[in-house]
């Protein structure tokens, strides 16, 4: 099983990415995205469950979003209004488990992609 992460870069202040994991197989109950600066731990950043539900960290909520896939092979994540915090690279990660309601640990997930680097910067 693979998730594979596409379209990270570079993006100005203020600007938007949007990325996409692509999963090889469908209906993971829990589908997530990590960030990790060097020296840092992988923490969360939203999450989504089967059901499209989602959460989401306080340094991202409303300017990050998840579109609702209800097949569960994708997982795109909208950035808007994008800030040099945000720079980072960028893991999404997948489980069978229920895990939606609140953000998950990186031990949680079973299945992670290589993860792709956005960096914000003028």
């Known amino acids: 099983v693979q998730l594979l992460e596409s379209g990270g870069g570079l993006a100005e202040p203020g600007g938007s990415l949007r990325l996409s994991c692509a999963a090889s197989?469908?209906?993971?109950?829990?589908m997530a995205w990590f960030r990790q600066t060097p020296g840092k731990e992988r923490l969360a950043i939203a999450a989504?469950?089967?059901?499209?539900?989602?959460v989401y960290d306080n340094s991202v909520e409303g300017r990050f979003t998840i579109p609702k896939d209800y097949t569960k092979s994708t997982l795109d994540l909208q950035m808007n209004y994008l800030k040099p915090e945000d720079t980072a690279m960028y893991y999404c990660?997948?489980?069978?488990?229920?895990?939606?309601?609140?953000?998950?640990?990186?031990?949680?997930?079973?299945?992670w992609g290589q993860g792709i680097q956005v960096t914000v910067s003028a």
């Open positions: 990660a997948a489980d069978d488990r229920p895990g939606w309601d609140v953000l998950r640990p990186e031990g949680f997930y079973q299945v």
């Open positions: 989504q469950g089967r059901d499209g539900k989602t």
């Open positions: 197989r469908v209906n993971w109950n829990t």
